[in-house]
């Protein structure tokens, strides 16, 4: 009660249905090629419209290479995915942002940095990273394609209304420790399903202190314990990356806009259905061991005994272990590396290039490691080379592709080899999800960066 | 797709697995399909567990496993978590199965397979041990699903729970309707609303 959450949700309800779900409007819906034909389709279908166009943004970012935009893709079925939205985009007076647009990327990536995302705003897209748009102050989550449609039909969603949770990181972080540690983190403690049924708040020094980059990163995994999304409410940090931006609110606007966002936040008496906090000092560079985002554990620590899991999961545990090639009471670091991936909605953003370049500055990649360095947008990648990481990274023998999803969820040509063990800054671990066979260890740039160097796993804060 | 939902009684394929996650249940480069074409989807359902290499069936996966079969499949709890990714749902639809029982969903799976007809049945971590238990013992052991009661029961024990379904989910489920049908009619109080927060 009173919480933020309760405040934008709320403000949202257009009815509630009688012993039913809530009709809840949505503010921004965002749309992208691989879970929208089919909602396109049933539009047709039922010879309809979209009822609010301009609220709807569509464009590609998963099927897209990562080198050689400029031509056609050269995967037929991908390119029909990538034309199909396209199309749809056209027939339905949709604006595109297509690939080779200079704002084209990851949505997770663009919604903020274009100011289309902004506190407390409802935003919905068909991919469960939405949750990354929290970190504006907005409600943002994941819808399926039906949910899509849904949306296009009547700008609304049929939702029960999630519990509340608030989470707290209190203290200062560690050297070397970064948001997404922060993440790994919590969902090693909350393990994959903690959070399901829930929208959680993020609060405390630790986090408070986090830049916007930071807060996306963290907002970004929440579905990886099973929360709906997640959001931080906001403060002269938030406005401060809004203002200017290309769809934020300007001139007088604007200062109406900031009176309003700055009564966003959980009343001093808010209750929350489950409240969590944890010590900042606790944390440390994180890597995952296993085959889902909540198998994590500190950089230097060993991986659970079985004993130590609840009888009805330790097949799972070890269908996991087996599959990463570990076993119980390993430890990651200095096992070999043979790709590292800098990318995702998750970590393709300027300070993640910046972090990483923090490391490979002065040093080499090592031989042998294949390294991919996605930027998140080409508005990330533009800013990468006006600060001249690109020929930094160039000198230390990495390259700067182009953005997108990339090896991610390898629906691209960018698949990591069946058996290759990587290190990734992506958010999940899954079996086959890097492309089938491949072993993920998720991990911070920084830790990333520190793999790349020398080849095998090894803790950021050496080499710092 | 729009199947009416009544009382079902099925045998059960089990999946005593925890935290299967949509990325399992359909991989990604399955989901370039522009069309929503269910026997494509449930042909792939489980993929790269379901076959081998070389594209032959592994014997030792449930779905290939001539004992089991039905239209009920029994899962570890945490089933469909991760990706958003409603082709899962469509996979397990286009497959033939209508429901599915487990201890705990995750919450956009969830929502999907209802939004597509697939009725997902939470039960009590003793009763879906208990299943399991059954299943193995025979597996002939069949569930019934009764939606109007909003019971399960367990055919071989006798063991029967309720399950929440909201009245409102209910009725488009026994009466073949979804929620754009629904969501159509509201026009009048979208545009109230929209009157209402015109900022």
């Known amino acids: 009660m009173n919480t933020l959450f309760d405040k934008i949700w709320d403000a949202h309800v257009v009815q509630i249905v009688p012993d039913g779900p809530t009709q809840l409007y949505i503010d921004r819906l965002y749309c992208h090629e691989v879970t929208t034909p089919q909602a396109f389709d049933g539009m047709r279908a039922r010879g309809i419209k979209p009822l609010r166009p301009q609220q709807i943004v569509c464009m590609p970012y998963h099927n897209t290479p990562t080198h050689d935009q400029d031509k056609p893709i050269e995967d037929p079925v991908s390119k029909k995915q990538v034309d199909t939205l396209a199309a749809n985009a056209a027939e339905f007076g949709l604006t595109h942002y297509g690939m080779m647009d200079s704002r084209n990327g990851i949505i997770h990536v663009v919604g903020p940095e274009r100011g289309l995302s902004l506190p407390g705003m409802t935003i919905v897209c068909g991919d469960s990273h939405t949750s990354t748009h929290g970190a504006m102050g907005a409600v943002a989550f994941g819808i399926g394609t039906s949910e899509v449609e849904m949306v296009m039909a009547s700008q609304c969603i049929l939702q029960q209304k999630p519990k509340s949770m608030r989470i707290s990181v209190e203290g200062s972080l560690g050297r070397g420790v970064t948001a997404k540690d922060v993440a790994l983190y919590i969902m090693s403690k909350m393990t994959t399903s903690g959070a399901t049924g829930y929208f959680v708040e993020y609060a405390g020094s630790a986090v408070r202190n986090l830049t916007m980059e930071g807060r996306l990163t963290l907002c970004n995994l929440s579905i990886e314990m099973g929360a709906r999304g997640g959001f931080i409410a906001p403060d002269e940090t938030t406005f401060e990356y809004i203002k200017g931006r290309e769809h934020a609110p300007k001139g007088e606007a604007w200062d109406r806009a900031v009176a309003y966002w700055k009564t966003l936040k959980s009343g001093p008496d808010a209750i929350f259905d489950r409240e969590i906090v944890f010590k900042a000092e606790d944390i440390t560079p994180m890597v995952t061991y296993g085959t889902n985002p909540g198998m994590g554990m500190g950089i230097e620590d060993t991986i659970p005994a079985l004993e130590s899991v609840q009888q009805s999961g330790r097949a799972s545990f070890m269908r996991s272990l087996n599959y990463m090639g570990f076993e119980p009471g390993d430890k990651l670091s200095g096992k070999k590396v043979d790709y590292v991936f800098l990318g995702s909605c998750t970590n393709g953003r300027i300070e993640d290039f910046r972090a990483f370049a923090s490391i490979a500055a002065g040093r080499k990649k090592a031989p042998g490691v294949v390294c991919w360095l996605v930027p998140g947008s080409w508005m990330v990648k533009r800013q990468i080379e006006d600060e001249g990481l690109d020929k930094l990274l160039e000198a230390a023998g990495f390259e700067i592709r182009q953005p997108g999803c990339s090896a991610c969820l390898a629906m691209n040509d960018d698949k990591i080899p069946a058996g290759k063990l990587t290190v990734s800054t992506s958010n999940r671990n899954f079996e086959g999800r890097q492309g089938p066979g491949a072993r993920t260890v998720l991990a911070s740039p920084l830790t990333a960066a520190a793999a790349a160097v020398t080849g095998v796993i090894t803790d950021p804060r050496t080499l710092m | ?199």
Not at chain 2, 42 to 54: A, E, I
Not at chain 2, 72 to 80: D, E, P, T
Request: some cysteine; hydrophobic content about 40%; charged content about 25%.
């Open chain 2, 1 to 199: 797709m729009k199947q009416k939902f009544d009382i079902i009684k099925s045998t059960c394929v089990p999946l005593p697995l925890e935290n299967v996650d949509t990325d399992q249940i359909i991989p990604a480069r399955f989901l370039k399909a522009t069309t929503r074409n269910g026997k494509f989807f449930g042909d792939n359902l489980f993929c790269d567990w379901r076959y081998l290499k070389d594209g032959t069936p592994n014997p030792e996966f449930v779905l290939n496993d001539p004992r089991y079969g039905g239209c009920i499949l029994v899962a570890g709890k945490n089933f469909g978590s991760g990706s958003s990714r409603e082709h899962a749902a469509w996979a397990i639809a286009g497959y033939g199965f209508r429901v599915v029982i487990s201890s705990f969903f995750a919450d956009i799976h969830k929502g999907n397979e209802l939004n597509n007809f697939v009725l997902p049945v939470t039960v009590s971590e003793g009763f879906l041990s208990e299943l399991f238990a059954s299943i193995k013992a025979d597996p002939a052991t069949e569930v019934e699903v009764n939606v109007p009661a909003q019971t399960v029961t367990n055919l071989a024990t006798g063991r029967s729970e309720r399950f929440e379904l909201n009245g409102y989910k209910k009725y488009c489920l026994m009466n073949g309707l979804d929620d754009i049908d629904f969501l159509l009619e509201s026009r009048a109080k979208i545009e109230a609303w929209e009157k209402a927060n015109a900022r």
